[in-house]
Nanobody
Framework: QMQMVESGGGLVAPGGSLRLSCAAS????????IGWFRQFPGKEREFVAAISGGGGRTEYADSVKGRFTISRENAKNTVYLQMNSLKPEDTAVYSC????????????????WGQGTQVTVSS
């Protein structure tokens, strides 16, 4: 069992930056690939980025490539999502999730989820 808690969301002006954190419990954190997803009202969760257990591989959705960076510190059981050049269309609830298989962008492939953190980009 793994528990995951996101933090770092908030209100930011267009063009601004936020860094989200995902803190996980459990001694086997490093074997899990971690993904960030976001959900718009009335929509399904959308893949944002993922990082492999060891941190050597990353993937990004086209909509955030070049603006968002995912990273992890396994010693702290934490994954980060640095979000730069934020746009109003980035406004959503952002959640982190853990999976044992790499390369899955479908949220249903992930086993453990955090509760989510709201990111609002508005002037």
């Amino acid at each position: 069992q793994m528990q995951m808690v996101e933090s770092g969301g908030g209100l930011v002006a267009p063009g601004g930056s936020l860094r989200l954190s995902c803190a996980a419990s459990g001694r086997t954190f490093s074997v899990y690939h971690i993904g960030w997803f976001r959900q718009f009202p009335g929509k399904e969760r959308e893949f944002v980025a993922a990082i492999s257990g060891g941190g050597g591989r990353t993937e990004y959705a086209d909509s955030v490539k070049g603006r968002f960076t995912i990273s992890r510190e396994n010693a702290k059981n934490t994954v980060y999502l640095q979000m730069n050049s934020l746009k109003p269309e980035d406004t959503a609830v952002y959640s982190c999730a853990a999976a044992l298989q790499w390369g899955r962008r479908n949220w249903m492939s992930y086993d453990y989820w955090g509760q989510g953190t709201q990111v609002t980009v508005s002037s």
